[in-house]
């Protein structure tokens, strides 16, 4: 059986990488040495949603996030906007009305533009009630995206079924505000998901997918959403894609995700507050074999106690593994900002024609002096000479 090899004699083979993997760990104890070792041998193309760029070296394509707003839906949008239901509400009656007058809404301009349209147009018969109040709440919502990350909403020039290589999305501007970057991680998922054929149960998976920074897809997340990413977890190895979980602790993780992980790799936690210590408890109860949360606190940066299914898919009592780094360097790339693309009708600035200055107003004696002197300015210079 073909195995994707960690180090110190453990590997995960190739036929259960579709059921998935979760690396957890605190900063600092080797998640992304791991992540960057099973992206260079995996046996098939890697997606890496890099949140926080320390894996941009590896990508031999290495891309900014970009998405269409219609693509994404009203759901995905509104957590990227970190709306309230009453106005992800009105963004959803905005959105369906587009969707049937085949507007195109591809980027947060188009999207402005849209909600300005749906107030002046009656859709409370056949979509529902759109408040201005709401509307004016999701505008200044928008304003946070179009100065946060205005480039993330475009058409993409890739689409993450022809993923070739390792590539990596750098993702790392969209953590920066709240819910963008779980819309995007669910958006790819999703994309997969809906896009690719049933293979069923295969050797080696097509595709490899990491998500950094998991936790993050879930905080805040709609239940929606959460149960949306369950399904997809539970049944994406069908359509032969892997997931790779990155985030501290399982906990961090719903149950139902926690629980879909066939192949664990901790490294090591820390417990310095009540949380970390319950997060800890958690994440050795969880590890197959008799873990203890002083195994996992002993680790050393690079070691994680591994544990991955047997022959069988039953998995193995989890053992200390020093993991095996990879050849590449690990560090950000530094990506520059794309230009966006105006969707907008832009005016030209032209310089204004010339004006001749109007004349000062003259008083109401000016002609009646002229005219005066013109009459008997001769009278007196004679009279004089």
Known sequence: MTQLSLGSGAAIPHRYLTRHVGIFG????????????????????????????????????LLRPAMRVDAMGADL???????????????QIALAWAEDSRRAVVTLADLRDLLNSALQHDLSRDYGLISPISVAAVQRALLRLERGAPWAFQDS??????????????????????????????????????????????????????????????????????????????????????????????????????????????HALRASTPHHHKALKAAAETMPGNISAASILGLGTGQAIVSVPDHNGAPLPGRVVAVQRGRLPLHSVGLPLPVIRQTRRETTCQPAPFRPPDKKARPWWYWPAIVAAAIYGPMILLAIF
């Open 26 to 61: 605190a900063t600092g104890t080797g998640k992304t040495t791991t992540l960057g070792a099973i992206a260079e041998r995996a046996p098939c193309p890697v997606l890496i949603l890099d949140a926080k760029g320390d894996l941009e070296s590896l990508g031999a394509s």
């Open 77 to 91: 949008i509104a957590r990227a906007l970190d709306l309230s239901d009453a106005q992800a509400g009105a963004l």
């Open 157 to 266: 020039r890739h689409d993450p079924r022809d993923t070739k290589g390792i590539t990596v999305y750098a993702a790392s501007e969209l953590t920066h505000l709240p819910g963008l970057y779980g819309a995007f991680v669910a958006h790819t998922l999703d994309t997969l998901y809906r896009g690719l054929g049933e293979v069923g149960d295969v050797p080696a998976p097509g595709l490899l997918v990491m998500i950094d920074e998991a936790h993050l897809v879930f905080d805040g997340a709609t239940p929606t959403i959460v149960r949306r990413i369950e399904q997809i977890t539970r049944l994406i190895r069908s359509k032969g894609v892997g997931l790779i979980y990155v985030t501290q602790s399982p906990s961090d993780l719903p149950h139902i995700i926690a629980g879909q992980l066939a192949t664990r790799i901790q």
